[in-house]
């Protein structure tokens, strides 16, 4: 049983344009969400987090909103740039954990 | 500059052999994780341990052991390796903080044949 979904496998975007990955999750008990950047033949990379009691968190071009009553997140990228391109990862944990739960993943690409 | 090392980085063997995948943290982190990538499935929890002498199963513990006998090292042992273990692993560590962020090596391309 999936805990956390990301339902798009790949997602394409001009350079400049807004990219919108999306995340949904089914365990009501999270209540703290990150997103991770890979490059193939890289291991992840932290990029944003945000706590349940936020409803959104915004660091330079990323934007992370979080609705809790649809139990789902999204990662707004503004503007985006082809180095953008890789797979995105949403993650999911409960408080007192230290593990975190993934979905399978978003492969961005951004076209130039 | 901490940071978190696995090795080797490609490593092919034959089913039925045992096979330990390195991962080595000079950030001190007492958290430490191990993950294995494939097509379909995303990262899924394989092992992790909170401090020394500490191990816990995770997701898909089946046919793989750990040990934690200091702070820096976490290997994966692969008792017998069988073609459903061929996949990219994975190692994290972290800090027990609020942030939850889980920093990676860069992975290990295994392929059993």
Redesign the interface.
Same mark, same amino acid.
């Given at each position: 049983d999936q805990q956390v979904k990301?339902n798009s496998p790949s997602l394409s975007v001009q350079e400049g344009r807004i990219s919108i990955l999306n995340c949904d999750y089914t365990n009501s008990m999270f209540d /703290?969400f @990150?997103w /991770?950047k890979k490059y193939p *033949? %890289? #291991?992840? $990379?932290?990029l944003i987090?945000i706590s349940s009691i936020k409803d959104k968190n915004e660091d330079g071009r990323f934007t992370v909103f979080l609705n809790k009553s649809a139990k789902h997140l999204s990662l707004h990228i503004v503007p985006s740039q082809p180095g953008d391109s890789a797979v995105y990862?949403c *993650?999911a $944990?409960i408080g007192g954990s %230290? &593990? @975190?739960?993934? #979905? &399978? #993943?978003t492969k961005l690409t951004v076209n130039p | 500059d901490a940071e978190i090392t696995q090795s080797p980085r490609h490593k092919i063997t034959e089913t039925g052999r045992q096979v330990t995948l390195a991962c080595h943290q000079t950030w001190n982190h007492n958290n430490m994780f191990w993950y294995r990538q494939d097509l379909g499935h995303g990262l899924r929890l394989i092992h992790y341990s909170y401090g020394v002498q500490d191990t816990n199963k995770g997701e898909v513990s089946d046919g793989y052991s750990v040990s934690r006998s200091n702070t820096e090292d976490l290997p994966l042992t692969l008792e017998s390796a069988a073609s459903s273990q061929t996949s990219v692993y994975f190692c994290a560590s972290s800090e027990s903080t609020s942030s939850k962020i889980q920093y990676f090596g860069a992975g290990t391309r295994l392929s059993v044949l």
């Open positions: 990301q /703290y @990150l /991770y *033949a %890289e #291991g992840p $990379t932290f987090s990862f *993650a $944990t %230290e &593990k @975190l739960v993934f #979905g &399978k #993943g | -």
